[in-house]
T-cell receptor
Framework: AQKVTQAQTEISVVEKEDVTLDCVYE???????LFWYKQPPSGELVFLIR??????QNEISGRYSWNFQKSTSSFNFTITASQVVDSAVYFC??????????FGKGITLSVRP | EPEVTQTPSHQVTQMGQEVILRCVPI?????FYWYRQILGQKVEFLVS????????KSEIFDDQFSVERPDGSNFTLKIRSTKLEDSAMYFC???????????FGPGTRLTVT
């Protein structure tokens, strides 16, 4: 069965600090996809990234970067030089062949000015 | 940029009443989903829908729940007889192809009193 663990529940940083959000997943499939979504205080779910199990290249998008390591079943998300607008709940999610998303419990990130 | 829309944004209903939550997916989406998020908890899969039929449903999606896409645009979730524990945010999502990113609507907050 698929499972996503986000062990950190709440993280608080000061603006301009770097912060890494951890995600560990479990799956029996060899083909799967990993996602990160952001849920700001307004409540909507905003897609950030999708990664397939065959592509272990790290990805960088502006201040955001993702580190995918199959050996440790982890897909961690780093925000560089955090800003107050980054304050949100961040969800890691996993999808196998059936396409439904299995979400972790989410990490509440607070960025203080 | 096209967006998934959901109505109403907030619905208050009494226990035992029927509710219908509506979603208008992006026009080129073919796969549709409902998820729910009880306040402060993780996002949970309810049901997936493709080619006018249910592809998969979770244990939460019991006989009180139903989905349909009657006119090829609106995608609805009906709860026949609401219970207090149905109070949650309900998200609709769509995707163009299986395993691609899912785009979420803003959610409907359902409050059962």
């Amino acid at each position: 069965a698929q499972k996503v663990t986000q062990a950190q529940t709440e993280i608080s940083v000061v603006e301009k600090e770097d912060v890494t959000l951890d995600c560990v997943y479990e799956t029996r499939d060899t083909t799967y996809y990993l996602f990160w979504y952001k849920q700001p205080p307004s409540g909507e779910l905003v897609f950030l990234i999708r990664r397939n199990s065959f592509d272990e290249q790290n990805e960088i998008s502006g201040r955001y970067s993702w580190n995918f390591q199959k050996s440790t079943s982890s897909f961690n998300f780093t925000i560089t030089a955090s800003q107050v607008v980054d304050s949100a709940v961040y969800f890691c999610a996993l999808s196998e062949k059936n396409s439904k998303l299995t979400f972790g419990k989410g990490i509440t990130l607070s960025v203080r000015p | 940029e096209p967006e998934v829309t959901q109505t109403p944004s907030h619905q208050v209903t009494q226990m035992g009443q029927e509710v219908i939550l509506r979603c208008v997916p992006i026009s080129n989406h073919l796969y549709f989903y409902w998820y729910r998020q009880i306040l402060g908890q993780k996002v949970e899969f309810l049901v997936s829908f493709y080619n006018n039929e249910i592809s998969e449903k979770s244990e939460i999606f019991d006989d009180q729940f139903s989905v349909e896409r009657p006119d090829g645009s609106n995608f609805t979730l009906k709860i026949r007889s609401t219970k207090l524990e149905d109070s949650a945010m309900y998200f609709c999502a769509g995707q163009t192809r299986e395993l691609y990113e899912q785009y979420f609507g803003p959610g409907t907050r359902l409050t059962v009193t």
